[in-house]
T-cell receptor, first 119, second 116 residues
Framework: GAVVSQHPSRVICKSGTSVKIECRSL??????MFWYRQFPKKSLMLMAT?????????EQGVEKDKFLINHASLTLSTLTVTSAHPEDSSFYIC???????????????FGPGTRLTVL | AQTVTQSQPEMSVQEAETVTLSCTYD???????LFWYKQPPSRQMILVIR??????QNATENRFSVNFQKAAKSFSLKISDSQLGDTAMYFC?????????????FGKGTKLTVNP
């Protein structure tokens, strides 16, 4: 199957600093990547859709100036949490869309997630 | 708006037995996909099974099968011969196209524990 990596897997930062999380598709090209946020014991909430070479599309209620997304290549998307605060502490998961070989649906493959803790 | 409801926050089953996880959804879309994802303690999301809405035949993947009732908007997951490694959070998800991009809407999850 297709492999997606995330770096770092865990990060702790001070309030007010910015944190960058990378999402890479290792063995396929992904024109579209997705960023999710998962609170403890909660479901995944889509934050934004990242499109290679164009601006990201944010879901309603997600601050685009707080969560900067850059999709500069077909294998890399980054999420930068700017001026992080304790309420931004969460588990962030990315996924990359791969064209299905056996289906018309473009399947999403998920990264292992990044645990962000803001002190 | 699409919604996915999983009414069982937690379930447990004995090893080798069968368990069924429930999922209902609400949508006005005609073309969509339904998924069950597994999230073990490692937090890595793993696709368990997928169902195309236009197919009447229920999807099956080894010990995993679904009961897809389109009219009732129900999509349950049956795990046969449960194994200890099946212990995980299970998320039901609804996939649809919006603005040229496929999106996923997840339910709140069911925590499944397989007991030895």
């Amino acid at each position: 199957g297709a492999v997606v990596s995330q770096h770092p897997s865990r990060v702790i930062c001070k309030s007010g600093t910015s944190v960058k999380i990378e999402c890479r598709s290792l063995d396929f090209q992904a024109t579209t990547m997705f960023w999710y946020r998962q609170f403890p014991k909660k479901s995944l909430m889509l934050m934004a859709t990242s499109n290679e070479g164009s601006k990201a599309t944010y879901e309603q209620g997600v601050e685009k100036d707080k969560f900067l997304i850059n999709h500069a290549s077909l294998t890399l998307s980054t999420l930068t949490v700017t001026s992080a605060h304790p309420e931004d502490s969460s588990f962030y998961i990315c996924s990359a869309r791969a064209f299905g070989r056996h289906s018309s649906y473009n399947e999403q493959f998920f990264g292992p997630g990044t645990r962000l803790t803001v002190l | 708006a699409q919604t996915v409801t999983q009414s069982q926050p937690e379930m447990s089953v004995q090893e080798a037995e069968t368990v069924t996880l429930s999922c209902t959804y609400d949508t006005s879309e005609n073309n969509y996909y339904l998924f069950w994802y597994k999230q073990p303690p490692s937090r890595q999301m793993i696709l368990v099974i997928r169902q195309e809405a236009y197919k009447q035949q229920n999807a099956t993947e080894n010990r995993f099968s679904v009961n897809f009732q389109k009219a009732a908007k129900s999509f349950s997951l049956k795990i046969s011969d449960s194994q200890l490694g099946d212990t995980a959070m299970y998320f039901c998800a609804f996939g649809f196209s919006q603005g040229g991009s496929e999106k996923l809407v997840f339910g709140k999850g069911t925590k499944l524990t397989v007991n030895p």
